[in-house]
């Protein structure tokens, strides 16, 4: 979930190679985890599960389900707040992530608090875990958003779950790539186009990416899910709550009362795999 960031040189929307796209997104949050946490570690909480700017917390919107006793996977865990949340809740819990910064923050945060959250750091293309090792997983804006690759991150986590395990992830509404990153007036008109898939890519002087974002229709984002072997049992598109002023990048109270900012996809593993007869 957007961040202020450093001034680029040109952003471009472009291809990159799976590597390219890997690079920046470690380097950036390598470079930006501190400022990051500075800026919306209020927000977030040091123990919470917060879905979205719009304010949506899983302890009121119950997407996960129950939690207690369940062994929990966090991709993309940031700070581990999400993690450390659900470790208060009684499950078993791990967070990965790519950066080391924010893993590093995890764990001073993780000593403020006199907790040791479980964290792994690794790229969520790849996860380092067997086969059907988490009843649940989650992503709030983690790691989904920022991989070329996220038909992978579908096909791993559905791996590393056992049957009849929930996956939950969040991401930025696929309708919001129509419009300007800007919370104000210049963000409600189209201008671009909601099919253009090319990621937007930040770079410097030199032409070397430095912020990468991946999008997908929300027809992509179905398809990535199916063909990982996994079913969609919800689409949450969150909407703005009447009392919350604050602006978070390009989401704002002006544009969260016209156009959604945030899809939720709520998915589970089959118990079983149907035959097909003849």
Known sequence: MGVQRPMIIKPVRRRLSPAASLAASRAWWESTAEDY????????????????????????????????GKQVLEVGAGAAQCTRWLTAQGATAVGIDLSGSQLGHARRLDQRLGMRSALVMGDAQRLPFRDGSFDLACSAYGAVPFVEDSQAVMTEVARVLRPGGRWVFAVTHPI???FLDDPGPGGLTVRTSYFDRLP????????????VEHHRTVGDRIREIVAAGLVVDDLVEPEWPADHDRTWGQWSKLRGELIPGTAIFVTHKPTHVPSVGL
């Not at 209020?42 to 009121?60: N, Q, Y």
């Not at 937007?200 to 912020?211: L, R, W």
């Open 37 to 68: 946490q500075a800026e919306h570690g209020a927000f977030l909480g040091d123990a919470d599960l917060m879905w979205c700017p719009e304010r949506l917390r899983e302890a009121d919107a119950q997407l996960l389900g129950p939690v207690a």
């Open 200 to 211: 937007y890519v930040e770079q410097d002087e030199h032409g070397v990416p430095t912020y």
């Open 176 to 178: 919001r790539w129509c």
